[in-house]
C-alpha cells in the first residue's frame, strides 16, 4: 500500500509515510504550525476530541480530517475534486482509520448531504469560494460547538468587504469557480455571525514567521478566526474578540502598511485591480 502512497509525486500534506512527496517541502512545516495555532483553541472549546463529530471542507488531501481521526474524532473530510480524495482514500486504508470519512463534493452545492458536527474546520477555502456567506450560513446550521477558519484576508481594510478575484481552476489548490472572493476581518467577522456564530476571535499567533515567508503581506495576509456557538469565553495572548466594527488587525508594522498602501493606490492609479 505505502508504494502506491510513494508513487504519487504530489502530496499537499505532510502524512507520516517515510519518503512521502510534498509538491513544496515548506509544507512540512507549514500545516502542523497552523494546527498547532488553533488546535488547542477547539479543544478547549470542545473538550477531548475522542468521539467528536468533525468536519473538514475542501480538505483537498484531508491531512487535518487524518489528525483529528487519529485523535479519535469522527473526521469527514470533504473535497469538490476527485483527484485528493482519491489519495487521502490511500492514506485512509493505509492507517486503517475507519473513523475517517471521505466525500467528493461541492460545499456551494446545498444538495450534498454532510450531517451535523461538533467542529467544522474551514481551512484555505473562504477566499476560493464565489458565495462564501451561503456556505458559512449552511454550515453555521450543522455546526454545534466551533469553526475555525483560516484564510487569506484584506488586512488593510476597516470595512466589511468581499473583494472580487478571478482564478484559475484548473490549479487544484483553487476553486471550482473563475470568479471568486477574498474578505476582510470585518467580512469574516460578520459572515461568522450572520451564520449563527455568537462570538467571534481572532487569533493572532507570537511566531507569524512561516505565513511571512510564505506569501502574506501587510495588504493580504493568512487570518485565523475561531466562531463559536453560545457564550465561551478564550483568552489568552493573541486572542481578540472581533465584530464587524472592530478596527483590522495586522501582523505587520505601521511602515510596511503605510508601504503597502501607497502600492495599493499606485496600482489603482495605473487601473490594475
Ligand atoms: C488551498 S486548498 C486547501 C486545502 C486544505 N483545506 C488546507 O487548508 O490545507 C483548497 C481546496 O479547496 C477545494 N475546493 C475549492 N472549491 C471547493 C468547493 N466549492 N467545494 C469543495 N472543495 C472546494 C480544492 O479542490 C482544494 O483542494
Known amino acids: 500500500m505505502s508504494s502506491e502512497i510513494l508513487a504519487i509525486k504530489d502530496w499537499r500534506h505532510p502524512f507520516p509515510v517515510e519518503g512521502l512527496s510534498l509538491t513544496r517541502p515548506w509544507y512540512g512545516a507549514w500545516h502542523p504550525w497552523r494546527l498547532s495555532v488553533d488546535q488547542p483553541l477547539i479543544k478547549e472549546v470542545v473538550g477531548d476530541l475522542k468521539g467528536k463529530r468533525v468536519l473538514d471542507v475542501a480538505c483537498n488531501d484531508a491531512w487535518y480530517a487524518f489528525r483529528y481521526a487519529q485523535e479519535g474524532a469522527d473526521a469527514v473530510g470533504i473535497d469538490g475534486r ?113 451564520a449563527g456564530f455568537d462570538r467571534v476571535y481572532r487569533i493572532m499567533p507570537n511566531d507569524y514567521s512561516l505565513a511571512k515567508k510564505n506569501n502574506s503581506n501587510a495588504a493580504e495576509q493568512w487570518a485565523f478566526f475561531i466562531g463559536i456557538k453560545g457564550q465561551k469565553e478564550l483568552k489568552g495572548p493573541g486572542i481578540f474578540e472581533i465584530t464587524r466594527n472592530s478596527p483590522p488587525l495586522n501582523h505587520f508594522g505601521p511602515v510596511s502598511q503605510v508601504v503597502a498602501r501607497a502600492k495599493r493606490a499606485v496600482k489603482r492609479l495605473l487601473g490594475k485591480f
Not at 123 to 130: E, F, S, V
Not at 149 to 166: C, M, S
Not at 171 to 187: C, S, Y
Open 82 to 194: 476527485p483527484e485528493p480524495i482519491e489519495r487521502a482514500a490511500l492514506i485512509k486504508n493505509h492507517f486503517q482509520l475507519d473513523n475517517l470519512k471521505l466525500l467528493v463534493g461541492d460545499i456551494e452545492d446545498r444538495s450534498v448531504p454532510l450531517g451535523t458536527f461538533d467542529v467544522t474546520l474551514f481551512y484555505g477555502i473562504l477566499y476560493h469560494l464565489a458565495d462564501p456567506i451561503t456556505v458559512l450560513k449552511r454550515l453555521g446550521d450543522i455546526t454545534e460547538s466551533v469553526i475555525s477558519v483560516q484564510t487569506f484576508i484584506h488586512a488593510l481594510d476597516p470595512a466589511p468587504e468581499l473583494k472580487l478575484i478571478r482564478e484559475p481552476v484548473e490549479e487544484e489548490a483553487n476553486g471550482l469557480t473563475n470568479l471568486v472572493t477574498v474578505p476582510t476581518q470585518a467580512a469574516v467577522a460578520d459572515m461568522l455571525n450572520f
